[in-house]
Every structure is written in C-alpha cells, then in structure tokens.
C-alpha cells in the first residue's frame, strides 16, 4: 500500500499534538528527502509530499543580554577563565568554536583586532574570514592574558583545547545559578 496525502497529514498532525510543531516539521523534512531519494532511485513514481504543505514553526525572537543581566551572569561565574571567555563572546559575537580555535597569532593587541578565519581543523561557519574590532575593555583583558599565556591558544585547559560542551553546560549552570532566562545562549 502507497502513502497517501492523507496519511501524512495525519501523521504530522498525531505529532503535533504528541510534540510540537518543530518536531512535526522535522519529520516532514526528513520523510520528505527519503522519499525524494525513492523516486530517484525509481522505487516511485512520486513523492506524495509534494502535496502536503509543510508545517508552519511560530517564530522564536532571539533572547538578548542587557548589561545588567550580563553583569548578573559575570557576577556569578566563579571561573575567571570563562568569565572572560564570555566577555569575549557578547563583546564581538564570536561563535564559541571561534572562539575555542582562537590562537595568539590571530591577535592583534595594537590595532585592537581579531582575525578570525579558517586553519588546520577548523572552519568558520561561513568559510569565510573577517576582522573583528575589540574594545579597549577587551583589549585589556586580552592583553593581561596575553602576559600569562601558556599556550598559543587564548582560552584552554592545560594546553589543550576547551571542548564546546564544556562551555555551554558550564554557562547554562552559571545562567541558572543567576537566576536569568534559561533561553540565553
């Protein structure tokens, strides 16, 4: 028996209504590609979800830090390290795998700029490099890390690289232990 545009929508609709709306849409895309790859390979003639419309996701408004609430989450972040990791990342916008691959060289503490750009296993999201202008705040935390650095990476453990879930589970405790919204990021 084929699967019909009924029983997709059908289908869809139980796990709207056992989930969300985004896990229904992530099975609609998942089922969609699977059977677009059956029709290529000539096990169907068509993809029945070409006639199903593809489930709607609310539009989530991204969280923001005031200064106040970043000065909260400073205050409670116990670790200096990821303190200033997490001034870096809200004063330039870095991703954290930017920020977790960012050596020394890549430091410009006279013309107060980070290069950020791809190298030996490590890509930029958009594959593409760009200048970063740092404060004279971040200036001087970089320059102060800068004088006891032991590694030719900015932010690490004994040398080695900081794994990013890591720091996102030790920045979600700190965004708790504050009392802040659990969607900062």
Do not use: C
């Not at 199903?52 to 923001?64: G, S």
């Not at 970063?132 to 971040?138: A, F, K, N």
Request: no cysteine.
């Amino acid at each position: 028996r084929l699967v019909s545009v009924r029983d997709i929508e059908q289908f869809l609709s139980v796990k709207k209504g056992e989930a969300s709306d985004t896990t229904a849409r992530m099975y609609f895309v998942t089922l969609a590609s699977a059977f677009q790859t059956a029709v290529r390979w000539n096990y169907l003639h068509s993809n029945p979800f070409r006639q199903v419309e593809k489930p709607k996701v609310p539009e989530k408004l991204p969280v923001y830090f005031s200064k106040d609430v970043f000065r909260t989450l400073q205050s409670v972040t116990d670790d200096a390290n990821l303190r200033e990791l997490f001034q870096l990342a809200v004063s330039t916008g870095m991703r954290l795998g930017e920020i977790l691959n960012l050596q020394w060289t890549d430091i410009d503490l006279t013309r107060k700029v980070i290069r950020v750009g791809n190298k030996d296993g490590f890509t930029t999201k958009s594959k593409k490099g760009r200048n970063i202008p740092m404060s004279d705040q971040l200036s001087e935390i970089m320059q102060n890390r800068k004088r006891m650095a032991s590694s030719e990476l900015v932010f690490h453990r004994n040398g080695k690289i900081l794994r990013e879930e890591f720091v996102s589970k030790r920045f979600k405790y700190f965004v708790r232990k504050a009392g802040l919204n659990d969607n900062l990021h």
